[in-house]
């Protein structure tokens, strides 16, 4: 029981938009059909509801092409929701949504109490029939979007196709949408198929993802399996962190910039910036955020010691900033160690972050000490907080307090501060 896409090509005019597109959707899934502007996901909702006809391939609706049906039966199983929804007459909402009722009525045939009580069904299931006898032209963009999905419902489909349905809206309705939407594949059995802009909703709602890139299926299967930094790379040309979300042991997409070469007046009174070179002690996410300031100013940028699947890992990749790694939950090996000095011996300025400091990492805190030792400036974060980031019994925190003894600088987390600190370094330079 589900809707299929066998192998589908569609043209406008002389123009291919979609080739070999073949995916299936069951009854109780929310799918969701993701991909840049230009990609073919409106044309793919516009091929399964008939606007546009495949030249090659077919669609099967619980194995029957849907091309065959007649259009009141096609409208009594297919439901759609364009983009755009504006309506510029009068119409109270509770009309709008008896329009559903169309395929089910005769010709001139009015509507009786028994569509009228599916119209308020589903209004009541979309939280809109509080908003029955306001005129639609009166709504907001969220009570619109939630009237046009119930006049979609009243059409009482097994398969309803949203183009883009948050588009546009608060996040107050986005997440009440999405909800619902998920609620009409598990309480209703419906197939749902939506095109979704908004990356992190489809890894929050939809069972199955389809990514499309000019016109061709690039990826499909689970959001885990189609939200990787390849695809979305490949896909959209952009540079993103992947990660499960504590909470909800979902995927989620964080957008990682291009580091933009930038000098100000005041970068340029002191030194060049590209001629400057900062190692960061970072670590658990603590120096992502340095690394895109510090490369945006311009700086040559150096990391370590990190763990491989560190956040700070993978931004520092992603920006091709040089970083020492060490395997996963494995402590801080002499080799790596010695790696790790060999960077910060071509390092103008180290920083060391406010990260955690447990038995496995200690010989950050002395990296930071031979820097001190090699005659390199050395900045600390959050000095005043060591108690809280000491795993080690003790150890770390009376490690930490001979390392300020030394003659470390001490900064807040905050790029004002160090750029005061750093400004001072410069010029001693």
């Known amino acids: 029981m589900s809707l299929e896409i066998k192998d589908v090509d569609a043209y406008y005019g002389s123009v291919k ?32 509801s008939r606007i546009l006809k495949p030249k090659v391939g077919t669609i ?5 092409d849907v091309l065959e049906m007649k259009n ?13 929804t504006t309506v510029n007459f009068d119409f109270s909402a509770l009309d709008i949504v008896l329009m559903g009722r169309n395929p089910h009525l005769g010709r001139l045939e009015l509507e009786t109490e028994h569509d009228i009580e599916i119209a308020r069904r589903c209004m009541e299931l979309t939280n809109c029939w509080h908003l029955a006898e306001r005129p639609i032209t009166e709504l907001s ?9 119930a006049r979609a419902l009243t059409q009482e489909p097994r398969a309803l196709l949203l183009d883009e349905p948050t588009s546009h809206l608060d996040i107050n309705y986005q997440i009440e949408i999405m909800e619902l939407l998920k609620r009409l594949t598990l309480d209703e059995g419906l197939i749902v198929i939506a095109v979704i802009h908004d990356l992190n909703l489809a890894a929050q709602y939809c069972n199955r993802l389809v990514l499309l890139q000019e016109g061709k299926i690039v990826s499909t299967g689970s959001p885990q399996e189609v939200l990787t930094v390849e695809n979305i790379k490949k896909s959209f040309g952009a540079d993103v962190i992947v990660k499960r979300h504590a909470l909800t042991n979902l995927c989620y997409v964080s957008p990682v910039p291009s580091p933009v070469k930038r000098q100000t007046e005041a970068d340029a009174s002191s030194k060049n910036n ?12 603590e120096g992502a955020s340095l690394m895109h300031l510090l490369s945006e100013k311009g700086y040559k940028v150096t990391a370590g010691v990190v763990n491989m699947l560190d956040t700070d890992c993978e931004v520092a990749q992603l920006l091709n900033i040089p970083v020492v790694t060490e395997a996963p939950f494995s402590p801080i090996t002499e080799a790596v160690f010695q790696a790790h ?4 011996k071509k ?9 955690p400091f447990g038995f496995g990492n200690l010989k950050n805190i002395e990296a930071a000490e031979v820097a ?10 959050d000095p005043d907080k060591i108690e809280e980031r000491d795993f080690t019994g003790g150890e770390a925190t009376k490690q930490f307090i001979a390392l300020k003894n030394k003659g470390t600088l001490m900064v807040r987390n905050q790029w004002e501060d160090i750029c005061s600190k750093f400004s001072g370094i410069l010029n001693r330079q």
């Open 17 to 48: 938009v979609l080739e070999g597109v073949d995916f299936s959707a069951a009854h109780g899934e929310l799918l969701g059909v993701i991909g840049p502007n230009g990609s073919g996901k409106t044309t793919l909702l516009r091929t399964i």
């Open 341 to 344: 000095l060999a960077l910060i």
């Open 60 to 64: 099967l609706l619980e194995g029957r």
């Open 274 to 285: 590209a001629e400057i070179t900062i190692h960061l002690i970072c670590g658990g996410g």
């Open 347 to 355: 390092a103008d300025v180290v920083m060391l972050c406010s990260i």
């Open 72 to 84: 009141k039966e096609f409208s009594k199983v297919f439901a759609a929701v364009p983009q755009d």
């Open 141 to 149: 963009g969220g009570e619109r979007q939630l009237v046009i999905i």
């Open 372 to 381: 001190l030792e090699m005659g390199k400036s050395v900045l600390v974060f």
